[in-house]
Protein backbone atom coordinates (compact mmCIF):
# COMPACT_ATOMS: atom_id res chain seq x y z
CA UNK A 1 0.00 0.00 0.00
CA UNK A 2 0.88 3.88 -0.31
CA UNK A 3 1.90 5.27 2.65
CA UNK A 4 -0.14 8.38 3.54
CA UNK A 5 -0.81 11.11 6.05
CA UNK A 6 -4.19 10.48 7.95
CA UNK A 7 -6.80 13.63 8.22
CA UNK A 8 -7.30 15.43 12.03
CA UNK A 9 -9.98 16.14 13.57
CA UNK A 10 -10.42 19.25 16.18
CA UNK A 11 -13.36 18.57 18.68
CA UNK A 12 -14.31 21.15 21.15
CA UNK A 13 -14.71 19.87 24.90
CA UNK A 14 -15.90 21.76 28.15
CA UNK A 15 -12.59 20.36 29.45
CA UNK A 16 -10.85 21.24 26.78
CA UNK A 17 -7.99 24.21 26.38
CA UNK A 18 -8.05 27.32 24.25
CA UNK A 19 -4.18 27.65 24.19
CA UNK A 20 -2.80 24.49 23.01
CA UNK A 21 1.25 23.15 22.83
CA UNK A 22 2.97 23.88 19.75
CA UNK A 23 2.53 22.67 17.02
CA UNK A 24 -1.24 22.57 17.41
CA UNK A 25 -2.90 25.61 17.98
CA UNK A 26 -6.89 26.26 19.10
CA UNK A 27 -9.09 27.95 16.47
CA UNK A 28 -9.98 31.92 18.59
CA UNK A 29 -12.83 31.17 20.63
CA UNK A 30 -12.64 27.19 21.03
CA UNK A 31 -12.06 24.99 23.79
CA UNK A 32 -9.81 22.19 22.14
CA UNK A 33 -10.11 18.82 23.88
CA UNK A 34 -9.10 16.12 21.63
CA UNK A 35 -7.15 16.18 18.26
CA UNK A 36 -8.09 12.38 16.31
CA UNK A 37 -7.11 10.91 13.36
CA UNK A 38 -9.39 9.22 11.35
CA UNK A 39 -9.25 5.65 11.52
CA UNK A 40 -8.30 4.29 7.55
CA UNK A 41 -9.75 1.37 6.19
CA UNK A 42 -6.77 -0.34 6.16
CA UNK A 43 -6.53 -0.34 9.86
CA UNK A 44 -10.42 0.38 11.34
CA UNK A 45 -9.76 -0.78 14.80
CA UNK A 46 -7.18 1.25 16.07
CA UNK A 47 -8.05 5.08 16.93
CA UNK A 48 -5.54 7.51 17.92
CA UNK A 49 -5.85 10.47 20.01
CA UNK A 50 -4.27 13.87 21.97
CA UNK A 51 -6.14 15.05 24.36
CA UNK A 52 -5.35 18.03 26.28
CA UNK A 53 -7.48 18.95 29.67
CA UNK A 54 -8.20 21.75 31.94
CA UNK A 55 -11.29 20.58 34.09
CA UNK A 56 -11.62 17.28 35.51
CA UNK A 57 -13.23 14.80 32.63
CA UNK A 58 -16.67 12.71 34.00
CA UNK A 59 -16.06 9.47 35.33
CA UNK A 60 -16.78 6.87 33.20
CA UNK A 61 -16.72 3.69 32.26
CA UNK A 62 -16.33 1.56 28.50
CA UNK A 63 -18.14 -2.14 28.09
CA UNK A 64 -15.63 -5.24 26.40
CA UNK A 65 -16.68 -6.54 22.88
CA UNK A 66 -18.09 -9.61 25.76
CA UNK A 67 -20.40 -6.75 27.67
CA UNK A 68 -21.22 -4.15 24.59
CA UNK A 69 -25.10 -4.92 23.47
CA UNK A 70 -26.35 -4.34 20.13
CA UNK A 71 -25.58 -0.70 18.98
CA UNK A 72 -22.15 -0.68 21.70
CA UNK A 73 -18.63 -1.21 20.83
CA UNK A 74 -16.15 -2.59 23.39
CA UNK A 75 -13.56 -0.07 24.14
CA UNK A 76 -9.93 -1.00 25.97
CA UNK A 77 -7.70 2.25 25.75
CA UNK A 78 -4.25 3.32 26.94
CA UNK A 79 -2.77 7.11 27.90
CA UNK A 80 0.49 8.43 27.65
CA UNK A 81 1.01 11.01 29.76
CA UNK A 82 3.36 13.88 27.22
CA UNK A 83 2.84 16.46 29.50
CA UNK A 84 1.68 17.33 33.31
CA UNK A 85 1.75 19.96 35.49
CA UNK A 86 2.60 19.22 39.30
CA UNK A 87 -0.03 18.16 40.71
CA UNK A 88 -2.07 16.26 37.79
CA UNK A 89 -3.35 13.74 38.23
CA UNK A 90 -5.57 10.46 36.82
CA UNK A 91 -8.35 8.80 38.45
CA UNK A 92 -8.19 4.82 37.51
CA UNK A 93 -10.25 2.25 39.82
CA UNK A 94 -11.55 2.28 43.38
CA UNK A 95 -9.25 3.14 46.00
CA UNK A 96 -10.71 -0.53 47.71
CA UNK A 97 -13.23 -2.98 46.30
CA UNK A 98 -16.60 -1.59 45.85
CA UNK A 99 -19.75 -3.18 45.50
CA UNK A 100 -22.90 -2.24 42.70
CA UNK A 101 -25.20 -0.47 45.16
CA UNK A 102 -22.12 2.12 46.74
CA UNK A 103 -20.83 3.03 43.38
CA UNK A 104 -24.29 3.96 42.44
CA UNK A 105 -24.99 5.74 45.49
CA UNK A 106 -21.92 7.63 45.04
CA UNK A 107 -22.36 8.49 41.42
CA UNK A 108 -25.78 9.91 42.76
CA UNK A 109 -24.37 12.05 45.16
CA UNK A 110 -20.59 12.63 43.88
CA UNK A 111 -18.91 11.09 46.80
CA UNK A 112 -17.18 8.66 43.42
CA UNK A 113 -14.55 10.74 43.26
CA UNK A 114 -13.70 10.13 46.77
CA UNK A 115 -14.21 6.31 46.05
CA UNK A 116 -11.74 6.43 43.18
CA UNK A 117 -7.85 6.33 43.04
CA UNK A 118 -6.23 9.27 41.92
CA UNK A 119 -2.74 8.48 40.09
CA UNK A 120 -0.02 11.11 40.51
CA UNK A 121 0.63 11.73 36.40
CA UNK A 122 4.01 12.67 35.01
CA UNK A 123 5.54 12.76 31.55
CA UNK A 124 6.55 9.15 30.45
CA UNK A 125 3.88 7.69 32.32
CA UNK A 126 1.49 4.89 30.50
CA UNK A 127 -1.63 3.84 32.02
CA UNK A 128 -3.51 0.72 29.93
CA UNK A 129 -7.45 0.85 30.94
CA UNK A 130 -9.17 -2.48 30.26
CA UNK A 131 -13.00 -2.45 29.85
CA UNK A 132 -14.38 -2.08 32.76
CA UNK A 133 -12.39 0.57 34.43
CA UNK A 134 -13.97 2.85 36.11
CA UNK A 135 -11.69 6.38 35.35
CA UNK A 136 -11.56 10.19 34.91
CA UNK A 137 -9.07 12.43 33.67
CA UNK A 138 -7.77 15.62 36.04
CA UNK A 139 -6.93 19.02 34.79
CA UNK A 140 -3.33 20.22 33.58
CA UNK A 141 -2.54 17.19 31.17
CA UNK A 142 -1.30 16.63 27.26
CA UNK A 143 -1.90 12.85 26.31
CA UNK A 144 -1.71 10.27 23.62
CA UNK A 145 -4.57 8.10 24.21
CA UNK A 146 -4.75 4.67 22.09
CA UNK A 147 -7.86 3.08 22.04
CA UNK A 148 -9.94 0.26 20.39
CA UNK A 149 -12.11 2.10 17.67
CA UNK A 150 -15.55 3.01 19.75
CA UNK A 151 -16.93 5.53 21.39
CA UNK A 152 -19.11 3.89 23.93
CA UNK A 153 -18.70 5.68 27.06
CA UNK A 154 -21.06 5.39 30.26
CA UNK A 155 -21.06 8.59 32.66
CA UNK A 156 -21.37 7.80 35.90
CA UNK A 157 -21.08 11.27 37.36
CA UNK A 158 -20.02 14.62 35.33
CA UNK A 159 -19.55 17.83 38.03
CA UNK A 160 -22.99 19.02 37.57
CA UNK A 161 -22.31 19.22 34.04
CA UNK A 162 -26.34 19.54 32.34
CA UNK A 163 -25.50 16.20 30.08
CA UNK A 164 -26.71 12.96 30.10
CA UNK A 165 -25.78 10.03 32.63
CA UNK A 166 -25.82 6.64 31.91
CA UNK A 167 -25.85 4.82 35.55
CA UNK A 168 -27.52 1.62 34.29
CA UNK A 169 -25.34 0.70 31.64
CA UNK A 170 -22.00 1.77 33.66
CA UNK A 171 -23.38 -0.28 36.20
CA UNK A 172 -23.82 -3.02 34.42
CA UNK A 173 -20.25 -3.61 32.98
CA UNK A 174 -17.94 -1.40 35.92
CA UNK A 175 -15.47 -3.26 37.68
CA UNK A 176 -15.39 -2.28 41.21
CA UNK A 177 -11.83 -3.23 42.00
CA UNK A 178 -8.24 -1.46 42.65
CA UNK A 179 -6.34 -0.52 39.49
CA UNK A 180 -3.75 -3.02 38.79
CA UNK A 181 -0.14 -2.50 38.99
CA UNK A 182 0.62 -4.63 36.17
CA UNK A 183 -1.26 -2.07 33.26
CA UNK A 184 0.81 0.44 34.71
CA UNK A 185 4.67 1.46 32.88
CA UNK A 186 6.59 4.02 32.03
CA UNK A 187 9.14 4.93 28.62
CA UNK A 188 11.92 3.85 31.27
CA UNK A 189 10.91 0.54 30.82
CA UNK A 190 11.42 0.11 27.68
CA UNK A 191 9.90 0.42 23.68
CA UNK A 192 6.82 -1.49 23.89
CA UNK A 193 4.31 -0.14 25.86
CA UNK A 194 1.09 -1.86 24.98
CA UNK A 195 1.04 -5.47 23.64
CA UNK A 196 -2.31 -6.16 24.56
CA UNK A 197 -5.28 -8.07 23.13
CA UNK A 198 -6.34 -5.08 20.70
CA UNK A 199 -3.35 -3.60 20.17
CA UNK A 200 0.16 -2.78 20.05
CA UNK A 201 1.96 0.61 21.06
CA UNK A 202 5.85 0.84 20.83
CA UNK A 203 7.68 4.66 21.45
CA UNK A 204 11.15 3.81 19.39
CA UNK A 205 13.98 6.80 19.80
CA UNK A 206 15.36 7.35 16.15
CA UNK A 207 15.32 4.04 13.55
CA UNK A 208 13.40 1.23 14.50
CA UNK A 209 15.43 -2.01 15.37
CA UNK A 210 15.20 -5.51 14.33
CA UNK A 211 12.86 -6.86 16.46
CA UNK A 212 10.43 -3.80 16.02
CA UNK A 213 10.69 -4.27 12.25
CA UNK A 214 9.72 -8.16 13.08
CA UNK A 215 6.52 -7.22 15.36
CA UNK A 216 5.52 -4.80 12.56
CA UNK A 217 5.80 -6.60 9.37
CA UNK A 218 2.25 -5.28 8.19
CA UNK A 219 -0.41 -1.84 8.06
CA UNK A 220 0.98 0.28 10.83
CA UNK A 221 0.13 3.72 12.43
CA UNK A 222 3.26 6.37 12.79
CA UNK A 223 3.16 8.48 15.11
CA UNK A 224 5.80 10.94 15.48
CA UNK A 225 6.50 13.12 18.51
CA UNK A 226 9.64 14.84 17.68
CA UNK A 227 11.46 14.79 14.05
CA UNK A 228 10.23 13.49 11.07
CA UNK A 229 9.39 9.93 9.67
CA UNK A 230 8.82 9.55 5.23
CA UNK A 231 7.67 6.76 3.15
CA UNK A 232 10.60 5.92 1.22
CA UNK A 233 9.33 6.22 -1.82
CA UNK A 234 8.57 9.82 -1.28
CA UNK A 235 4.41 9.22 -1.24
CA UNK A 236 3.89 10.64 2.21
CA UNK A 237 5.78 12.07 5.31
CA UNK A 238 4.14 13.12 9.05
CA UNK A 239 6.36 15.37 11.49
CA UNK A 240 4.90 16.15 15.10
CA UNK A 241 1.44 16.59 15.41
CA UNK A 242 0.66 13.86 12.64
CA UNK A 243 0.23 10.43 11.91
CA UNK A 244 0.84 8.29 9.02
CA UNK A 245 -0.46 4.73 7.91
CA UNK A 246 2.10 2.49 5.97
CA UNK A 247 2.28 -0.70 4.89
CA UNK A 248 5.10 -1.85 6.82
CA UNK A 249 7.63 -0.38 8.95
CA UNK A 250 10.72 -1.44 6.28
CA UNK A 251 8.86 0.95 4.16
CA UNK A 252 9.58 3.68 6.09
CA UNK A 253 12.35 5.82 6.41
CA UNK A 254 13.41 6.96 9.84
CA UNK A 255 16.25 9.19 8.90
CA UNK A 256 15.12 11.92 10.57
CA UNK A 257 12.77 10.73 13.45
CA UNK A 258 13.80 11.50 16.79
CA UNK A 259 10.41 10.53 18.76
CA UNK A 260 8.28 7.91 17.56
CA UNK A 261 5.25 6.10 18.31
CA UNK A 262 4.10 2.66 16.19
CA UNK A 263 0.83 0.95 17.10
CA UNK A 264 -0.86 -1.25 15.10
CA UNK A 265 -3.84 -3.37 15.59
CA UNK A 266 -3.51 -7.13 18.13
Given at each position: MIARRLRTKMVEKVWGRDTLPAPFVAPGGTRIGEIW????????QVLVKYLFTSEKLSVQVHPSDATALAGEAGKEECWLVLDAEPDARLAIGFTRDVAPAEIAAAA???SIEELLEW?????????YLPAGTVHAIGPGL?????????????????YGRPRELHLERALAVACGGVYGPEHRRSIADGQVLVDGPHFRLDRV?????AATLAAYPGVLLVLPLEGEVAARDGSAAAGAG????????????????????LTRAA
Open positions: FEPPPEVPQDGHPAHPGDLFALVEVQQTSETTFRLYDEGAPDECLVAGGLESLDFSAAKVTL
